[in-house]
């Protein structure tokens, strides 16, 4: 079978090559492919007259190294199949973040046969003066995501390249630690031309020399930092409901929390409808505050935990999103919701519901409830098709609540008022609006200007009560105007 041998060259200069690995590099009846010439020992076996071809005219292909590191992967193949047995160099160790390794490994095309090299790890560890015990982690500075970082560890980068990749770094570095925060850029670590340069994290792409034996090691920040990471969040509230923690949060339950979860979700749609960013990072954070405390009394109590609530909202997102994590093609967004609902009612189904109604919760407010099962049954075809023929429905309500108060009759009067107010959602439904929202704004509305009222009658040092409603007109017409200028109340 044709085969691939893959040695290494080591993280320094030729020095630090066993005997073996320096006989295998220069050995002539085997042709030697080398990833990159930009490397000491190639620098050095160059002027000894080494033989070899370099993939380095690859690397201006592509702007994406995986797209770089594929096709030399499949040169190799090519190359092996052609010659029968090839040899290729890579610098460090093959198995250290040496990604055309990785791909060598995965297909079956040709035999990989792995003679080892020098791992520059322990002169990293010696040149930074850390100890991996501690917690490490150790990350390719092209292929990473700031999701992955562990910052409470030791954090090294290697391949830091070129100026392009280590500004990459420090940006997404910058999402999380301060400008300041010291790191170490290590270059050559262990060779004869080792330079450990301390910098300020601002710096990194700014005043070093880089190159392919460069790397960065980023020290460990106390978890008490992370106040805008997850994992302190968790701990904050675990911590609140602990032995050792608040007394009120302690003694909450699911049922205790019940109004704070609606309170909460009132006030951001308040911050949302004043365009208030800070006010919504506010109120969005009271929101999570709410799952946080339901997740941790559910793990206190065995039952669940944040994680299981997270796993179920992520399934379900994949799982009703088939137009994108999935082969289902889309036109637009009224298929989207089609096929939102069409999953969601197999879903439910499972659970046999024995009316389509008992999709809708029983703690919803009276508008949400009415503007539910209006929606439901629409999903049928049990709905208004015209708006004109809304408008004649509600006209029909509004004689029938006459005739209920023309008769005195409370329980009468009641039931027409209810069926007037559930005409009226169904023409604001038919509009796409909210009614619970829509009457929440209008609400809002008259505070503002009934405020203003009760503000302008108290400068003037009158009494509200006794003021004309032929005054009290002309100052609400007055609050109407400022509202409708700018002015602010």
Same mark, same amino acid.
């Given at each position: 079978?044709n085969q691939?041998?893959?040695?290494?060259?080591?993280?320094?200069?030729?020095?630090?090559?066993?005997l073996?690995?320096?006989?295998?590099?220069?050995?002539?009846e085997?042709?030697l492919?080398?990833r990159?010439?930009?490397?000491?020992?190639?620098q050095t076996l160059?002027?000894e007259?080494?033989?070899?071809?370099t993939?380095?005219?690859v690397?201006?292909?592509?702007?994406?190294?995986d797209?770089v590191?594929?096709?030399?992967?499949?040169?190799?193949?090519?190359?092996?199949?052609?010659?029968?047995?090839? /040899?290729y160099?890579?610098p460090?160790?093959?198995?250290?973040?040496? /990604?055309t390794?990785?791909?060598?490994?995965?297909?079956?095309?040709?035999?990989?046969?792995?003679?080892?090299?020098?791992?520059?790890l322990?002169?990293?560890?010696?040149?930074t003066?850390?100890?991996?015990?501690?917690? @490490?982690?150790? #990350?390719?500075?092209t292929?990473?995501?700031r999701?992955q970082?562990?910052?409470?560890?030791?954090?090294?980068?290697?391949q !830091?390249?070129d100026?392009?990749?280590a500004?990459?770094?420090?940006?997404t #570095?910058l999402e999380?630690l301060?400008?300041?925060?010291?790191?170490l850029?290590?270059?050559?670590?262990g060779?004869?031309?080792?330079?450990?340069?301390?910098?300020?994290?601002v710096?990194?792409d700014q005043?070093?020399?880089?190159?392919?034996?460069?790397s960065v090691?980023?020290?460990?920040?106390?978890?008490?930092?992370l106040?805008?990471? @997850?994992? /302190?969040?968790r701990?904050?509230?675990?911590?609140?409901?602990?032995?050792?923690g608040?007394?009120w949060?302690?003694?909450?339950?699911?049922?205790?929390?019940r109004?704070?979860?609606i309170?909460e979700?009132?006030?951001?749609?308040?911050?949302?409808?004043?365009?208030? &960013? @800070?006010?919504?990072?506010e109120?969005?954070g009271? !929101?999570?505050?709410?799952?946080m405390l339901?997740?941790q009394?559910?793990?206190?109590?065995?039952? @669940?935990?944040? &994680?299981?609530?997270?796993q179920?909202l992520?399934?379900k997102?994949?799982?009703r999103?088939?137009?994108v994590?999935?082969?289902?093609?889309?036109n637009d967004?009224?298929?989207?919701?089609?096929?939102?609902?069409?999953?969601?009612a197999?879903?439910?189904?499972?659970?046999r519901?024995?009316?389509?109604?008992?999709?809708?919760?029983?703690?919803?407010?009276? #508008?949400?409830e009415?503007?539910?099962l209006q929606?439901?049954?629409a999903?049928?075809?049990?709905?208004?098709?015209?708006?004109?023929?809304?408008y004649?429905k509600?006209?029909?309500?509004?004689?029938?609540?006459r005739?209920?108060?023309k008769?005195?009759?409370?329980?009468?009067?009641?039931?027409?008022?209810g069926?007037l107010?559930?005409?009226?959602i169904? #023409?604001? /439904?038919?509009?796409?609006?909210?009614?619970?929202?829509a009457?929440?704004?209008?609400?809002?509305k008259f505070?503002?200007?009934?405020?203003?009222?009760?503000?302008?009658?108290?400068?003037?040092?009158?009494?509200?009560?006794?003021?004309?409603?032929?005054e009290?007109?002309?100052?609400?017409?007055?609050?109407?105007?400022?509202?409708?200028?700018g002015?602010?109340h």
């Amino acid at each position: 079978m044709n085969q691939i041998e893959v040695v290494g060259l080591g993280a320094g200069d030729v020095d630090q090559l066993s005997l073996g690995i320096y006989r295998k590099i220069t050995e002539a009846e085997i042709p030697l492919f080398v990833r990159t010439e930009d490397h000491p020992v190639i620098q050095t076996l160059q002027k000894e007259g080494l033989e070899y071809q370099t993939f380095d005219s690859v690397y201006q292909l592509y702007d994406q190294f995986d797209l770089v590191y594929q096709e030399i992967v499949g040169q190799l193949i090519e190359k092996a199949k052609e010659l029968g047995e090839i /040899r290729y160099a890579v610098p460090g160790h093959p198995m250290l973040a040496e /990604r055309t390794v990785q791909l060598l490994l995965e297909q079956e095309e040709v035999e990989i046969k792995i003679i080892g090299g020098q791992s520059y790890l322990d002169d990293l560890f010696t040149a930074t003066a850390i100890d991996p015990i501690g917690g @490490f982690q150790f #990350l390719d500075a092209t292929s990473f995501e700031r999701a992955q970082i562990d910052y409470t560890s030791h954090l090294i980068f290697c391949q !830091v390249y070129d100026q392009m990749i280590a500004s990459e770094v420090k940006l997404t #570095l910058l999402e999380d630690l301060p400008p300041e925060h010291p790191i170490l850029v290590v270059e050559a670590a262990g060779s004869s031309v080792e330079q450990i340069n301390p910098i300020p994290l601002v710096e990194l792409d700014q005043s070093v020399h880089l190159s392919n034996l460069t790397s960065v090691y980023v020290k460990p920040i106390e978890k008490e930092s992370l106040t805008h990471q @997850f994992n /302190r969040l968790r701990e904050v509230i675990a911590t609140l409901r602990g032995p050792n923690g608040c007394p009120w949060d302690q003694k909450q339950t699911h049922e205790s929390l019940r109004p704070y979860l609606i309170e909460e979700a009132y006030e951001l749609i308040d911050a949302i409808n004043e365009e208030d &960013d @800070f006010h919504i990072i506010e109120e969005l954070g009271d !929101v999570l505050l709410q799952v946080m405390l339901h997740s941790q009394i559910g793990a206190d109590n065995g039952y @669940f935990t944040i &994680d299981d609530v997270i796993q179920s909202l992520v399934e379900k997102m994949i799982r009703r999103h088939p137009h994108v994590f999935g082969d289902v093609e889309v036109n637009d967004a009224e298929a989207v919701i089609a096929n939102w609902q069409a999953i969601k009612a197999e879903e439910q189904g499972e659970k046999r519901m024995i009316s389509m109604l008992d999709r809708i919760p029983k703690s919803a407010s009276t #508008l949400v409830e009415a503007d539910a099962l209006q929606k439901e049954a629409a999903k049928v075809g049990f709905d208004w098709q015209d708006p004109q023929a809304i408008y004649l429905k509600i006209e029909e309500e509004l004689v029938e609540v006459r005739e209920a108060v023309k008769g005195g009759q409370v329980k009468e009067i009641e039931e027409e008022l209810g069926d007037l107010l559930f005409s009226i959602i169904n #023409l604001a /439904r038919h509009y796409k609006v909210n009614s619970d929202l829509a009457l929440r704004q209008t609400n809002k509305k008259f505070t503002q200007r009934f405020q203003y009222i009760e503000q302008k009658l108290s400068k003037q040092g009158q009494d509200l009560t006794k003021v004309s409603l032929k005054e009290l007109d002309k100052l609400w017409e007055e609050a109407k105007k400022m509202k409708s200028n700018g002015g602010g109340h």
